[in-house]
């Protein structure tokens, strides 16, 4: 399916788009439920997700045979003409990664285009000013890479390197072209692999994106034939680095039958894709609403009753069958009309609620964390800065645990430290007042010299104030005080990190109360 310039928006941050219509309703005091099973397992297990991962049925298992859930976000640019993620022109880049952190968000993915290993290519839009973002200076983008890596593997998050299109001009309907052949695409890939061998927080590479017409699946054709092109350039990964999955996007049409672009995996069922090493296929999927396109589903009378028979027919096979783990490594939507919100509450529904399935459920990386995506936003507002909890809060059900960070700088895995006594400092932000209700956040910064297990947060109003709903956090109020507790996926904070979360209330008006934090 055709679509609209979804990716490379803000080549420079003027660029940034107009804000999203919509204003903020209560719904997304469900985010703070978004806990995971894995979290509750017995006390004697390790935390799921350390180490590199492999695949067992439809499950996605970690080094020591633990299901894990991927529940992240794509955070676009390295692709673009920009040849670093975007964003980096308003705020330094570790406090967007705690930030990702303190939503619940457990893994990045990370497009990129062949571009980024040309000699020539500089990174720019950067802000250096104020302390931001200083230890990218100098850097070209493959090392700054290692640096947003390094980090997220730090706060517990794990990467996923998508190899997004052959350079910065625009995706490519095969995985080669005139200017980028085969042999380059499968030298880079090699390269990435081999960059990042033994560094876990990379637990895969997404071969290339939204392949569609003419490519085809179990067609044969050495030239079109995405599924034998997937396995060529898998078995090159792994020859380097065998402890990464290959994730293996569809096609746009299989046997007269089309969809999205990259979302069609009719054909894995009966044409596999096999490697030399087994246990490394996860296949992936993207979805998009009605912002990005129409789909003769969302007109069917049925809607959106239908849908689980369509993701079925699809891609949802694949793990219903045990055939496979399934990604959904890009969905997203504006939200601005009905269908779309009826579409990302039956996705939501499908992928799985981790407090009822655990890990035995679909992965995703929602699209996007960045605001500048022309047809869907983002997380993020067009400040960087604000979160769309409306959009964070449908996906609360399906978020999971972070896995076990590498134990420095921000994040950390939540173990003891160095048996100091835990501390940390919390500041209040308004973010919007309009009189009648406001919207606030808070910010949880471990000031100790141990991770954090959990905080808690207590304040009195100055006034008559009262919380509506909160997200990221659980609370409780008397009277004019408030006690606020970190959800499960945002209690554990490494030194020098932090953790967020948000709330409504009423009325606006009000001055900021004074806040204490606890820290255990």
């Not at 065998?242 to 044409?271: C, K």
Request: aromatic share 12%; proline share 5%.
């Amino acid at each position: 399916m055709f679509r609209s310039l979804r990716r490379a928006l803000g080549v420079v941050a003027a660029a940034l788009l107009l804000p999203l219509a919509g204003v903020h309703v209560a719904q997304a005091d469900v985010a703070r439920t978004a806990t995971g099973a894995a979290s509750a397992a017995g006390a004697t297990a390790a935390a799921p997700g350390a180490g590199y991962w492999h695949t067992s049925g439809r499950q996605i298992l970690d080094a020591a045979g633990q299901p894990v859930r991927i529940a992240g976000i794509n955070w676009f640019g390295f692709e673009t003409a920009n040849y670093v993620v975007h964003g980096l022109w308003s705020r330094d880049y570790k406090s967007m990664i705690d930030q990702m952190k303190s939503l619940g968000y457990n893994t990045i993915r990370l497009p990129y285009s062949d571009d980024i290993f040309k000699s020539g290519t500089v990174p720019n839009s950067i802000d250096f000013s104020n302390g931001k973002n200083t230890d990218l200076q100098g850097l070209n983008s493959l090392q700054i890479m290692d640096k947003l890596v390094a980090y997220a593997g730090q706060d517990g998050l794990k990467v996923i390197l998508d190899r997004h299109r052959p350079d910065a001009s625009a995706q490519s309907a095969l995985w080669y072209t005139a200017a980028v052949p085969e042999s380059t695409w499968i030298a880079n890939l090699r390269a990435l692999a081999t960059r990042y061998a033994g560094q876990s927080t990379v637990v895969g590479i997404d071969l290339h994106n939204e392949p569609h017409d003419p490519a085809c699946w179990g067609c044969g054709d050495v030239a079109t034939d995405w599924r034998l092109a997937a396995q060529r350039a898998g078995d090159a990964v792994l020859s380097v680095n065998p402890d990464l999955l290959i994730f293996v996007e569809g096609v746009q049409t299989y046997n007269g039958v089309s969809g999205w672009w990259g979302g069609n995996l009719m054909g894995a069922g009966q044409y596999p894709v096999q490697l030399s090493v087994p246990n490394r296929v996860v296949y992936s999927a993207h979805d998009y609403a009605t912002s990005v396109a129409q789909q003769p589903w969302f007109s069917d009378p049925s809607f959106p009753a239908n849908m689980p028979g369509v993701w079925d027919k699809y891609w949802g096979y694949l793990f219903q069958q045990n055939i496979a783990p399934v990604w959904v490594g890009e969905f997203g939507t504006t939200l601005a009309s009905t269908v779309d919100q009826k579409w990302l509450t039956a996705l939501v529904s499908y992928l799985r609620p981790t407090s009822t399935y655990g890990a035995d459920s679909f992965s995703w990386t929602f699209w996007s964390w960045n605001p500048n995506s022309g047809d869907t936003g983002g997380i993020l507002k067009d400040d960087w800065q604000t979160v769309d909890t409306v959009k964070d809060g449908y996906l609360a059900s399906i978020k999971a645990p972070a896995f076990p960070g590498t134990g420095t700088g921000g994040g950390g895995d939540g173990g003891g430290g160095d048996g100091s006594t835990a501390a940390c400092a919390a500041t209040y932000t308004t973010t919007s007042d309009w009189g009648s209700g406001f919207n606030a956040s808070v910010t949880v910064k471990n000031t100790g010299a141990s991770a954090l297990k959990s905080w808690q947060v207590k304040w009195t109003w100055p006034g008559s104030q009262q919380i509506t709903n909160m997200w990221n956090a659980t609370y409780t109020q008397s009277g004019t005080s408030v006690t606020a507790v970190n959800a499960d996926h945002n209690g554990a904070v490494g030194v020098g990190g932090s953790a967020s979360f948000g709330f409504g209330g009423a009325p606006g008006g009000g001055t900021a109360p004074t806040l204490s934090c606890t820290a255990t």
